[in-house]
């Protein structure tokens, strides 16, 4: 779980200050060939209006886009919270309005959205108010649906939504799951993104791991020819695991310690335990292969 320095083949490398702290290929060795995608993995914003984080966030995202990604992919927790008690309409707008102006720094790019946890608003006076739930996040992030999938230059990305009960995907997504992969041509590959991780290392330390990681690993071996990459956040803390040769990478998030200074247990200035706040580039090749390297803030 420690910010170690490595390449998949176990390899180390020593970086300067503005480097990713984070390296994994899917292959041993390095790709020669230029990548088809590079995609921003962006998770954790927990946006709010004040602290001044929306300018915090916005300085950070301009270096996001320094790296001139193909599109965007949003881990979720956008907002800040809503979903405890007692959160009222107003405060839950401020914090979709500072979104949104997080949001208009890239307004030219393409962001695929999943759910977090933190999104949706559950105390709500009626259920039939607009507002209420995952309905409205949808709305506000702009996604076609909770859970869907797209196709770009050879890749199939599948976007998950495991807010359900014990985090899970529910029988009717896991359904859905398994038309989409079987509906591939064999070979394609693919990477799947959801809030929480669905195999993670931080899982012990913190908690939050899909709880039906049992079925995806098993429906993911099933269609090993496809499922590349599994990707997500959460935890706030950067593991990656290589299971059934499916990368499973949890990159820290954009927050870090949730904007604060940190706890006693944190490494540094707004770290969360060992992780700085950052975000992450993929690299994603013809043949299957991708690197996820991860940019500290911090």
């Known amino acids: 779980m420690k910010r170690r320095k490595f390449l998949a083949s176990g390899a180390t490398m020593a970086i300067g200050a503005s480097a990713p702290i984070f390296s994994a290929k899917a292959a041993n060795e390095k790709n ?47 907002i800040h919270d809503a979903s405890y008690a007692k959160v009222t309409r107003e405060r ?12 208009a720094e890239i307004q030219e790019a393409r962001v695929y959205s999943c759910i977090g946890n933190h999104d949706p608003w559950w105390d709500v006076p009626s259920q039939d108010d607009e507002m209420y739930g995952k309905p409205y996040v949808v709305k506000r ?19 998950l939504d495991g807010n359900h ?9 896991m359904s859905w799951l398994e038309d989409d992969l079987a509906a591939l041509a064999p070979n394609t590959p693919t990477l799947v993104m959801s809030h ?20 995806l690993k098993k429906l993911f071996y099933t269609h ?16 990656r695991a290589w299971y059934n040769d499916v990368h499973y990478f949890c990159n820290g998030s954009l927050s870090g310690f949730w904007w604060g200074d940190g706890d006693e247990h944190s490494a ?4 969360y335990l060992e992780t700085a706040p950052g975000f992450a580039i993929l690299e994603l090749f013809a043949d299957g292969s991708v690197e996820n390297k991860y940019f500290p803030m911090i």
């Not at 992030?141 to 976007?159: C, N, Q, R, T, V």
């Not at 009960?165 to 997504?173: H, N, P, R, V």
């Not at 540094?268 to 770290?271: I, S």
Request: overall charge negative; charged content about 25%; some cysteine.
């Open 141 to 159: 992030l702009e996604m076609p649906a909770p859970y869907y999938s797209f196709d770009e230059k050879g890749w199939h990305f599948i976007i």
């Open 196 to 215: 929480f991780p669905i195999t993670s290392i931080t899982n012990a330390l913190v908690g939050g791991q899909h709880s039906d990681h049992k079925e």
């Open 92 to 103: 839950t707008l401020e914090q979709w309005e500072a979104w949104d102006q997080f949001r």
């Open 268 to 271: 540094g200035k707004q770290y």
């Open 224 to 239: 090993k020819d496809k499922v590349r990459v599994c990707l997500s956040g959460h935890q706030h803390l950067l593991d």
């Open 32 to 78: 020669t060939k230029a990548p088809v995608l590079t995609v921003a993995h962006i998770t954790d914003v927990h946006i709010r209006p004040e602290d001044n984080i929306p300018i915090r966030a916005i300085d950070w995202l301009k270096l996001v886009k320094d790296h001139n990604p193909d599109f965007y992919l949003n881990g979720g927790d956008s």
């Open 165 to 173: 009960e014990g985090i899970s995907l529910g029988e009717e997504q």
